[in-house]
C-alpha cells in the first residue's frame, strides 16, 4: 500500500477532496456577487462538521479499496452522504458481486 500526504493512503485524500470540491461549489453557487458569504460558512462548526463529512468520504474511498482510480475515489468522497444516507436507512448501496 502506498502513503501519500502527510502518510495517508492517496484514496483517502482523494475522497476526502472529492468530498470537499462539493461544498467549494455549493459556496460559489450561493454568493451572490457581493462580499456577503453565507451565515453558515462564517462559523467553525459548520466548517468542523463540513472537515468530518470529508473525512467519512475519504474513509469510503479508502474502505472501498479504490486504489487504481483517483476519479472514482473523489465521485465516493462526493457521494458520502448520499452513501451514509443509505446505510442509516438498511439499503444495499453496492450491487451484487457479479
Known sequence: MEFGV????????WGFAGSMAVEIIV??????????????????????VRFLVACIGGGLAY?????ANPLLAANVGASA?????????GERVLAEPR
Do not use: M
Request: glycine share 6%; no cysteine.
Open 6 to 13: 502527510i502518510g495517508l493512503p492517496p484514496q483517502f485524500l
Open 63 to 67: 474502505a472501498y479499496g479504490i486504489e
Open 81 to 89: 452522504p448520499v452513501i451514509i444516507h443509505k446505510f442509516k436507512n
Open 27 to 48: 459556496l460559489h453557487e450561493s454568493w451572490d456577487g457581493t462580499d456577503h458569504v453565507p451565515t453558515k460558512y462564517k462559523k467553525l462548526q459548520f466548517w468542523f
